[in-house]
């Protein structure tokens, strides 16, 4: 079974400071990895995934994240936050061989104090 | 970019009745997914919409309550039926073309209260 944990309910960050938010999964095998943004009465929108290749991915909105594999973590980082940042955020995984069946985090509330 | 549109966008709903859900999209799609979102919740799979033949649910989900048709590569249908309070709910489609890999691309959604 394919799990996802996002072990803090809401990062408050001060708008120009480093965002971080945490995810590990746990899956067997080499999962796809992949983070997501809601926001307010919207539907979720795809920032970036990690499939192969550099553990570095960047993604839309100035959004990375980093794969570490020994760790099975998958944090999303982003250098500087704008108060537009501020949404909830889900870390998602799916197997590598299989009909692409995401699991997802709880969810991450990120608030951007101007 | 292609789009994903569902319909209706929300509705209120007395229990006991019956919801149909539409996802169409203006492109062929690989795969087809549906996902519940209860109130201050994360995501859980429904169930995958499989073109022409019956979808394939996950645990804890049955047809008899989420019955789904796939009637081709664009468009889906979700119906929620004999409604509960405890399916007030938003519904999102998901949906992969081959071109972008197994990125799964989310509809607008679709919000539910049951009286």
């Known amino acids: 079974a394919q799990s996802v944990a996002q072990p803090e309910d809401q990062v408050n960050v001060a708008e120009g400071n480093p965002l971080t938010v945490k995810c590990t999964y746990s899956v067997s095998g080499n999962p796809y990895l992949f983070w997501y943004v809601q926001y307010p009465n919207r539907g979720l929108q795809f920032l970036l995934k990690y499939i192969t290749g550099d553990n570095l991915v960047k993604g839309s909105y100035g959004f990375e994240a980093e794969f570490n594999k020994s760790q099975t973590s998958f944090h999303l980082k982003k250098p500087s936050a704008l108060v537009s940042d501020s949404a909830l955020y889900f870390c998602?995984?799916?197997?590598?061989?299989?009909?692409?069946?995401?699991?997802f985090g709880k969810g991450n509330q990120v608030v951007v104090i101007p | 970019s292609a789009v994903i549109s569902q319909k209706p966008s929300r509705d209120i709903c007395q229990r006991g009745t019956s919801l149909t859900i539409q996802c169409q999209v203006d492109s062929q799609v690989t795969m087809m997914f549906w996902y519940r979102q209860q109130p201050g919740q994360s995501l859980t799979l429904i169930a995958t919409?499989?073109?022409?033949?019956?979808?394939?649910?996950e645990s804890g989900f049955v047809i008899d309550k989420f019955p789904i048709s796939r009637p081709n590569l664009t468009f889906s249908t979700l119906t929620v039926s004999n409604m509960s309070p405890e399916d007030s709910s938003i519904y999102l489609c998901?949906?992969?073309?081959?071109?972008?890999?197994?990125?799964?691309?989310f509809g607008p959604g679709t919000r539910l209260l049951v009286l």
């Open positions: 998901s949906v992969t073309w081959t071109s972008r890999g197994e990125t799964q691309y």
């Open positions: 998602a995984v799916s197997p590598r061989y299989g009909n692409n069946r995401l699991a």
């Open positions: 919409a499989n073109q022409g033949s019956e979808a394939t649910y």
